[in-house]
């Protein structure tokens, strides 16, 4: 595999500056970069050992009804993808700086429709930082990631969350609307745990987004109370944890002479 001095340049840096939180040292690390693909004997191995470890899987196909906005992953309808994926997942997981350039693109984007460099994603990210295992980058990848997505262009190209790759945008504007994407989602009347509780929201409706209210910490995950408008007119705030916006962070992989690759991260 050849690189690009972009690319070079953002390793040496790394090499220099950066550890592994998993014990290796970056130098070490490096060693990986240029790995050989793996046997279909042991991608199929993969595959069922990755599956098999799920405990809460997305449906393959997604479930069609106006107003409302199913979750989907067709990831594990491929093969390579998904182990690519799944192995990308426990890079970010275990905050591996080389796991994560190695899974990327050279002119990976990090702004719509914008050349894109591998220079700019590790600056952007700050991935050259002296402690990069404190980056908010890690929970940030691994939450698109694991709210599922689609494949497009043939099976070529598969863009998660699933939101982002299934959004009707000819009924609803990306940038005004939103869907709720978990079950027994409260509604409250202000932007607080203390306030009263108007309606349970379950079964994802895609609803109008209004205002971003004061962020909160609630069990690990720190969000926004976002107030939010139904289809009937009714107004109350939910916790930012469980609204996914079509217009928010995005990840597109792509298929390169046999190998997936991360060639978008945007909205971050």
Not at 130 to 152: I, N
Not at 171 to 185: N, R
């Amino acid at each position: 595999m050849k690189y690009a001095p972009a690319f070079l340049l953002a390793l040496s840096f790394l090499l220099m500056h950066c550890g592994d939180p998993s014990g290796e040292t970056a130098m070490d690390s490096a060693q990986t970069v240029d790995k050989p693909r793996l046997s279909a004997d042991s991608l199929r191995k993969l595959y069922a050992k990755y599956r098999a470890m799920q405990a809460d899987t997305l449906p393959l196909q997604q479930q069609l009804e106006k107003g409302k906005l199913y979750p989907v992953d067709e990831a594990p309808r491929d093969t390579a993808f998904f182990v690519f994926r799944q192995q990308l997942i426990d890079a970010l997981t275990h905050r591996r700086v080389f796991g994560l350039l190695d899974a990327t693109a050279e002119d990976v984007r990090i702004e719509p429709e914008q050349p894109g460099q591998l220079a700019a994603f590790v600056e952007h990210f700050h991935l050259d930082t002296q402690a990069p295992d404190t980056l908010a980058v890690w929970p940030l990848l691994r939450r698109v990631l694991q709210e599922g997505g689609t494949f497009s262009d043939n099976g070529r190209r598969f863009t998660a969350p699933y939101y982002a790759a299934t959004w009707p945008a000819e009924l609803y504007d990306p940038k005004e609307y939103a869907v709720i994407t978990g079950t027994g989602v409260r509604l409250r009347q202000s932007p607080s745990l203390n306030g009263q509780i108007l309606k349970t929201l379950s079964f994802h409706p895609i609803v109008r987004v209004h205002n971003y209210g004061p962020e909160e910490e609630i069990g690990g995950q720190r969000h926004p109370w976002v107030q939010i408008e139904l289809d009937n007119g009714a107004k109350g705030y939910v916790f930012g944890q469980f609204l996914g916006s079509p217009a928010g962070p995005r990840l597109v992989f792509e298929q390169r002479d046999g190998q997936w690759l991360m060639v978008e991260a945007v909205g971050f």
